[in-house]
């Protein structure tokens, strides 16, 4: 089981990246997919959820109207589109597999920095 995490950088802020989080290795459908991010010194935190079969869509309020969370079932592959970026928004950038059966996280990416210069 993997999941291999893409598209981080760095970027301007008020610039946009779109964060790919591609699955392979088994089915995914009973495990809802999450981005989560770590800046140093922080504790993890979490960004937003989705769901492979039904789409259904559950962000962090901090991160409602400038990250947008979806999936392409064909390709196993989970986005993060992130907008008006900003320097807080620079850290390392995880996807997770969140099984619904325990309520854990038993598959992570390595992440992927994104670094949001003013």
């Known amino acids: 089981v993997q999941l291999v995490e893409s598209g981080g950088g760095l970027v301007q802020a008020g610039g946009s990246l779109r964060l790919s989080c591609a699955a392979s290795?088994?089915?995914?459908?009973?495990?809802?997919m999450t981005w989560f991010r770590q800046a140093p010194g922080k504790e993890r935190e979490f960004i937003a959820r989705?769901?492979?079969?039904?789409?259904?869509?559950s962000y962090a309020e901090s991160m409602k109207g400038r990250f947008t969370i979806s999936r392409d079932k064909a390709k196993k592959t989970v986005y993060l589109q992130m907008i008006s970026l900003k320097p807080e928004d620079t850290a390392v950038y995880y996807c997770?597999?969140?099984?619904?059966?325990?309520?854990?996280?038993?598959?992570w990416g390595q992440g992927t920095q994104v670094t949001v210069s003013s």
């Open positions: 997770a597999a969140y099984d619904l059966a325990t309520s854990g996280y038993p598959y």
């Open positions: 290795g088994r089915t995914f459908s009973s495990y809802h």
């Open positions: 989705i769901s492979w079969s039904g789409g259904n869509r």
